[in-house]
Every structure is written in C-alpha cells, then in structure tokens.
C-alpha cells in the first residue's frame, strides 16, 4: 500500500474510520508518543516548571498533544480532518482544538505563542490535492504565519516524512525563507524503520541558542526497533511510514497515448511537489514508432 | 473553544487587514475547572488583549466577570490572590481557562466573514477564492 499522502488528501484520507483505526492501534499510540516526548525534549522549553502556550499542527485525534498535557502545557490543536477532530473530543482532549488547513495559514495574533510541534504532518503540504493548490504557496503562507505568531526566540520541532530529497528540501528551504533558523535532526539514520527526521526551528536570528542538536543513533548504533517483528505494518501505513515496496499506481492510458500536453502539465506537476523531474525537449512525450 | 484561543485566534480571510478580534456570538458555553497555575497566567498577561477578552465574556452575558481596564499587577499577583474567592486571578483564571464556547460563531470585523463553532470547535477552513 502506498504511504497516505498519495492515496487522497488528508480531510479524505482520514474519514471516520481510519480515524478510529488510527487511534485505536497500539502501535501507532506508542509510536505517536515517542515522536511527541522526542519532539518535546528538542523544543527544550526552559526548564522552569512554568506551563507553556503551544501548537499542535496537525494534531489529529490528540495522541500528540497529550503529551504536552502531560508535561502541564496547554496547547491549541490544528487539524484538516474532521474526522480526526471527533475522535479527540471523544478522548476529551485537554487543548482547545480548530478545524483548519495549515497550508492557509494559521491565522493567529503575531508574537503570542511560546512554542510548536507537529507531528506527522507536514509532509502532507508537498501535495497539491486540488488543481488551486500550489505546494510552494502553501508552505510559504503556513511558515510565514507560523513565524509570525511565534514570541521572539521561540522554538518549533516539527518531524515529518519525506518522500525524497527534495521535498525535504523544499520544506527546509520555505522555513529558513520564512526567516526561521535551524536544520533537521535526524535520529537512528541507519535504520530504515525507526529513522525519523525533525526539522528544528527557532524564530528570530541564529545565536547561540540555536545549535542543532545531535541526533539519536548517529553513530550507527540501532534502535531497538528494528528488532521488533511484531510491527503492526497496517499501523506504519497509517502514519505514513516508509513503506518498503509501494504498490505501482495503475495507469490508466487511452489508445493514443495521452499527449503532448497532458505530459508537459503533469511534469510541471511533480516539479512543483518538489520530485526530480527531466527537463522537457523537443522529445518530450513524442510519438513512438512501433517496431516489430 | 476556550477564550484564551478566542484572544489569540485571527481571521487570515482574504481582504482582511487585521481580522482581529473576531465578534464572538455563542448559543452555548460551558466551564470546566483547571488548577490555578499563576506563574502561566504572569506569562500569558502581556500578550493578552485585555479589551478583547472583556468583549468576550461580555458576549457570553458575564457583565461583571472582568472589569474594563485590566487591574494592576501588584492587585492581580498580590501574596494569596490565588485562594480568595473572586480575586483577580481567579476572574481571568476562569475567563481564559475554564470557559469553553460549544456552539456559536466568530465574525470577522473586517470582512463580515463568519465562522462557525460546532462542538467547540471552531471552523477556521476558508473557500479556495478567500485565501
Ligand atoms: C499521521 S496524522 C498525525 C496526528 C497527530 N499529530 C499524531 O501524532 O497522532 C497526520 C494529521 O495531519 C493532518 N493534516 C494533514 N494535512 C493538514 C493540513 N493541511 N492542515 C491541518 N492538518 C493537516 C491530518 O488530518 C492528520 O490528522
């Protein structure tokens, strides 16, 4: 099965029942935690006992954010899917939760939240579900108002899955625009399984604050993940895991091919999601002989 | 939706310049208690919009929860505030805290656009033609 974000977009993907499925697997709970108690440790708040205004971006059904309830944070919640918004009033989710789309912007007054987390989510901007999406306007307007509602010298953890390279870079390029200072973060990055990518902002210029942190398991040891043959795979997929071997999209060609034109959108297409794609020539999607 | 997001919470609707302080209306509100923590609420006083957060209580038909400028420190932070019924604190304690708005709506003051809170919570999804 291929990884969520290319099976339909997330208000889709995530109906009533894969909310459920989602929150009701034990795996994904304990995997969702741990990325959260990781997330919470590089956001390293002061250590002051003080609780804290954060965001949860993308918080889904709430298994993020219970764990800023349970470091006594208090936190507002952004999700797309209404689906996954039900299910954490069910749970009776201590933050204050917004059905609302992160790639309109996070509408929020400037400088009044003390930090940020989001989960598993953000690589969902790197689709362009809907002809009207542009993935590069929708990073720049959610990084722009993330900045903004930030206090000075802020910090956002945000741990994602990236489909290549790129999208990883696309998504690290529209925060630094967006005049955030930091880098991604990478734990067990040996592992294929446990490997987990954390894009470590601060909000304001570089100082000293703002060295990255080392990554869990970077030097080659393993995490004991990857041990565990009990992995509930329907889980990993839910979440949006490396999956090992994607299913092939099945192609729908009509007799003649689809032309020119189709070919030369769907390349911009793919470009604009930040894949590698071949530059167009005058080869580009040309009649074939056939040869017998 | 608690009033301490309503203080936060701005429209980014198309044409609008500030979108702030979306005009709260509620059919139905309910209160929840929350320990007291006024170390969070020393934090959070500054970057509280004090008039804003009088329309809103004022919106729920609470006239004398908040008074209209907000009190000194010294009063709201005073050695014990915490323990007396009615003090300061507790008022904006339970102002932002344990009040939450469950069905209603937030209007945008510049553009009129409204949004709806269902369950507590607010829709804040814009059309594709008003981002
Ligand atoms: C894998 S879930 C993670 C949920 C939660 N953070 C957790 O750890 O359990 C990803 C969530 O991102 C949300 N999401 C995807 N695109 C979004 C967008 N544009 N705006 C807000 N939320 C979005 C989805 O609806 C889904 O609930």
């Known amino acids: 099965m291929p990884r969520p974000e290319f099976q339909a977009p997330p208000d889709v993907f995530y109906n009533e029942s894969e909310a459920r499925k989602y929150t009701t697997s034990s795996r994904i709970i304990e995997i969702q935690s741990r990325i959260s108690e990781r997330a919470l440790e590089l ?24 764990t800023l309830t349970e470091h006594g944070h208090h936190w507002i919640g952004y999700d797309i899917s209404k689906s996954m918004l039900d299910v954490a009033l069910e749970r009776e989710t201590e933050g204050d939760l917004l059905l609302a789309d992160m790639g309109q912007g996070l509408g929020l007054r400037p400088g009044v939240i003390d930090g940020a987390i989001s989960i598993s989510a953000v690589q969902w901007l790197c689709n362009a579900d809907k002809s009207s999406h542009d993935p590069r306007a ?27 390279v790129k999208q990883s870079e696309m998504i690290v390029t529209f925060a630094m625009r967006a005049g955030f200072a930091g880098g991604v973060v990478v734990d067990w990055p040996h592992s294929s399984k446990a490997k987990k990518s954390y894009l470590v902002l601060t909000c304001g210029p570089p100082s000293i604050n703002t060295s990255l942190p080392k990554g869990k398991g970077e030097n080659g040891e393993m995490c004991s993940d990857d041990d565990d043959e009990s992995s509930d795979e329907d889980g990993d997929r839910t979440v949006g895991i490396y999956e090992r071997n ?42 074939r002989k056939s040869y017998f | 939706m608690r009033l301490l997001t309503h203080n936060m919470l701005a429209s980014n609707v198309r044409g609008a310049t500030t979108g702030y302080p979306l005009k ?31 329309a809103a209580t004022r919106a729920l038909g609470l006239p004398d929860l908040l008074p209209d400028e907000q009190p000194p420190e010294e009063e709201i932070f005073a050695k014990g505030a915490a323990d007396v019924e009615g003090s300061a604190i507790r008022r904006i304690h339970h102002a932002l805290l344990e009040i939450h708005v469950q069905q209603g709506s937030l209007t945008c003051p510049d553009t009129n656009r409204s949004f709806p809170i269902d369950k507590g919570i607010p829709n804040m999804m814009l059309h594709e033609d008003e981002v």
């Open chain 1, 138 to 164: 929708r990073l720049k307007a959610f990084f722009g108002s993330l900045y903004r509602c930030l206090a000075r010298g802020a910090r956002v953890v945000l741990q994602f899955y990236a489909d290549n």
């Open chain 1, 43 to 66: 956001l390293a708040l002061p250590n002051d006992g003080v609780p804290k205004l954060l965001l949860d971006i993308g918080c889904g059904s709430g298994l993020s954010g219970e």
């Open chain 2, 24 to 54: 709260l209306e509620a059919s139905n509100w309910c209160t929840k208690e929350v320990e007291l923590n006024a170390d969070f609420i020393r934090g959070l006083l500054p970057k509280i919009d004090w008039r804003a957060l009088v």
């Open chain 1, 246 to 287: 994607r299913a092939k999209k099945k192609q729908k060609t009509k007799k003649n091919g689809k032309g020119k034109d189709w070919l030369l959108k769907k390349k911009e297409q793919m470009r604009r999601r930040g894949h590698d794609v071949p530059a167009d020539t005058k080869y580009t999607g040309r009649k």
